[in-house]
């Protein structure tokens, strides 16, 4: 089985702080690595983790304020190092397209790596293999921002025993699966009746912004959600003046939403401990973690639904 977890290569907010470095956060899943908002560092940061960065295969931009985007060409650059024979997909806002640009191109070097570039324009699917959904809305925070949400597709799972029971194998689970029934003993059985739809798994990032319905929104029913968390409660005030989201907020939305674990990150360098933030939080959303640089959180699949 491949590996299914989420690696957080960095905390902070606006600034990095003697424990906490910029935010970056890898999901590794189903043989592909998802990496959000490489802030400064991050190349480092993988070094650091043990993980090898070429294990990156799309690059998720929420926007373009440093703290979010600075480590994007250094990231790039690595993995140009290190000749990647697969295609590298980048996602950002399409209105920040001459900060990619920049980021990209800031050095001489010579490109060998394929990027693959998704500039978003509006909110919705933007990218479906068949095997990921990638959507995208957007935020709240003053310019524009995204949040991300990837899934996999729903998958019908057969009962053994009941198969088993009712001699359906072979040509006869061959028809099941084409048309949807088969007839047993003169009794048609339909795949209903001896199968259930296994929810695809979802995992949700949701960057700067004030607390907004995109949220609740991109994060229904999510596996995991990582949202940022600027401020404590009693910093509200000021959350709702630079756009950011408190606490209890995030811990709000993930209730709202009906997500099923939370991961506190993005926080204010005014704060050395961070033992309060899970605390105040759990009052509203007991499943929720604080995440530190270099914690990394088991992605289980889900196994029913």
């Known amino acids: 089985m491949s590996v299914r977890d989420l690696t957080v290569m960095g905390t902070s907010s606006q600034q990095p702080t003697r424990m906490r470095n910029h935010g970056a956060y890898l999901l590794r899943w189903n043989g592909e690595g998802f990496l959000f908002d490489p802030g400064e560092g991050t190349q480092r940061q993988f070094i650091f983790a043990d993980i090898a960065p ?86 709240d925070h003053g310019v524009d921002n995204l949040a991300y949400r990837i899934e996999e597709k729903d998958e019908r799972k057969y009962y053994k025993e009941k198969l088993k029971e009712l001699g359906i194998f072979g040509e006869k689970m061959r028809e099941l699966c084409a048309s949807g029934e088969v007839e047993i003993d003169g009794k048609v059985v339909t795949k209903e009746e001896v199968s259930y739809l296994r929810k695809g798994d979802s995992f949700v990032y949701i960057s700067d912004t004030k607390e907004c319905e995109s949220c609740y929104n991109i994060a229904k029913d999510a596996t995991m959600l990582l949202c940022e968390s600027t401020y404590l409660d009693e910093a509200r005030v000021m959350a709702a003046k630079h756009k950011h989201l408190t606490c209890k907020q995030a811990a709000t939305i993930a209730k709202k939403a009906g997500a099923k674990k939370l991961v506190l990150t993005h926080f204010s360098a005014r704060y050395l401990d961070l033992t309060l933030f899970e605390e105040e939080a759990r009052e509203i959303f007991p499943s929720t973690y604080v995440a530190k640089d270099f914690n990394q959180f088991p992605f289980e699949k889900t196994l029913c639904s």
């Open 54 to 139: 070429p294990t990156v295969t799309r690059i998720l931009i929420s926007h373009f304020h440093g703290d979010h985007s600075l480590g994007l060409g250094s990231m790039l650059m690595r993995l140009n190092l290190d000749k990647v024979d697969h295609e590298i997909h980048c996602y950002y806002p399409k209105s920040g397209k001459k900060y990619f640009d920049r980021l990209r191109y800031g050095t001489i070097y010579h490109e060998r790596i394929k990027v693959v570039e998704h500039p978003i324009d509006e909110a919705g699917v933007v990218h479906d293999d068949g095997n990921f959904v990638i959507s995208a809305a957007y935020l």
